[in-house]
């Protein structure tokens, strides 16, 4: 694989600074086929050649039906491309099948209607993941986020929902039974973009019908816009997520009491 040196030194100090793969581990790969998850489930198939660890790699697609499809085990057109894509590279992907939610596939969707179609579909996908990371024993799941989405999660969540938070490059669950990993949290979007075009990697177009109307788009082209005006900030607001002065935010709120 070619792996520029500043991403692949990237991509070691995240693993390093959150211990992402440890000797044993079985990783599942979530591949939803976007060059994000391409890129990480060839760059981990190429660390297993080279890492002083071993570890097993298992992708998986969670294929999502349209509403009323019968699929009767049959993987969808998207599945069948994503499958046929990491085949050419020798890595062999395990598809499970869900069902996306009528209203989120509804067209012309409102806003609220579409989020809340987004909210149940990513909630759908991460249970039918961590059913399937079970089902074959892994201990890790590996997901492609990387710096652009941990910068626009976290401005999605001060604008939309109210709390200063993001995804972590490492997310401990079920009393350390399993660890959500992201390899690529410190890489930016066009570093894995570039990669893939060195590597030949073609990413599989989305058929979510919602794609490209969410607020994480929105959330996109504000991060875009405050990079356009303000030199360098994209690098400080990702060192922020890493340097909270708690001391110098607001107290949480308390409930209100009612007096009888």
């Not at 012309?108 to 909630?123: I, L, P, S, Y």
Request: charged share 25%; aromatic share 6%; hydrophobic share 40%.
């Amino acid at each position: 694989m070619r792996l520029p040196a500043k991403v692949n030194r990237l991509v070691g100090q995240a693993m390093h600074d959150y211990a992402m793969l440890a000797d044993g581990d079985r990783v599942l790969v979530a591949v939803s086929g976007g060059v994000d998850s391409l890129v990480l489930a060839h760059l981990l198939f190429f660390w297993q050649w080279k890492a002083p660890i071993r570890y097993r790699l298992m992708p998986v697609h969670v294929d999502m039906q349209d509403p009323g499809h019968i699929s009767g085990g049959v993987p969808g057109a998207t599945a069948v491309a994503i499958r046929e894509e990491l085949a050419r590279s020798g890595l062999q992907l395990d598809i499970v099948t869900g069902k996306r939610p009528d209203f989120a596939a509804t067209e012309g969707a409102n806003e609220e209607e579409a989020g809340q179609g987004c909210f149940v579909c990513a909630r759908a996908r991460r249970t039918l993941l961590f059913t399937e990371a079970r089902r074959l024993g892994c201990n890790k799941i590996a997901f492609g986020h990387h710096q652009d989405d941990l910068i626009e999660t976290f401005l999605l969540n001060i604008t939309c929902a109210g709390n200063i938070s993001t995804m972590r490059p490492r997310q401990d669950l079920f009393d350390g039974r399993l660890a959500l990993i992201r390899p690529l949290a410190y890489v930016e979007k066009k570093e894995i973009e570039a990669v893939a075009r060195a590597n030949g990697l073609k990413p599989v177009p989305s058929n979510c019908p919602l794609a490209g109307k969410t607020r994480r788009e929105d959330m996109h082209s504000l991060a875009a816009e405050i990079y356009r005006r303000i030199p360098g900030a994209k690098k400080n607001i990702f060192a922020a997520l890493g340097n909270v002065r708690a001391d110098y935010l607001l107290s949480a709120r308390k409930p209100t009491q009612h007096k009888g």
